[in-house]
């Protein structure tokens, strides 16, 4: 019986070394974009404290927006894109967070899918919102132009007056 054990025990250890062993332990890429790189000592965070927490900063002014109207605060969406993405690529096309539209490949010479790729992270911001950056204000085919905010009563089912 305790041969049994042990015989089980040591196959579970060797079939484990095996199957940790395609692990990738590398750390995220560093953004290849030189936009990015430049200005990445003038952002609103420390680095360190923007990959682990962004996505906390966004959630937050996206519930800021929707349900209170703020705008402009340091931590919105456009800002970061306007900052960190390039207006075209080096060939002088829309750098574009999507390579492909229909298969959802992504394009690794954008700032966001340099690390979401990495992470195996879907995002559903540019669903709504501008990939690019925009001059003043919001650009005219995203959702934030169209939809304003809603008040407490309507995010909780209440009246759409």
Known sequence: ???KARFFLTAMILLSGII???CD???PPESR???ALAKSEQCVEPTALMRTNHMEFIKHMQDDTVY???RGTKHELKACINCHVPAASEDGKPLNYLKDNETGELNEEHFCATCHKYAVVKLN???CHSDNPQNEGVAPNTAAHKIPALTSAQ???GSHE
């Open 1 to 3: 019986m305790f041969g």
């Open 20 to 22: 940790l062993q395609g």
């Open 155 to 157: 995010a909780k089912g």
């Open 33 to 35: 974009l030189k936009t």
């Open 125 to 127: 911001c540019f669903e």
């Open 68 to 70: 209170g109207g703020i």
């Open 25 to 27: 332990t590398s750390h």
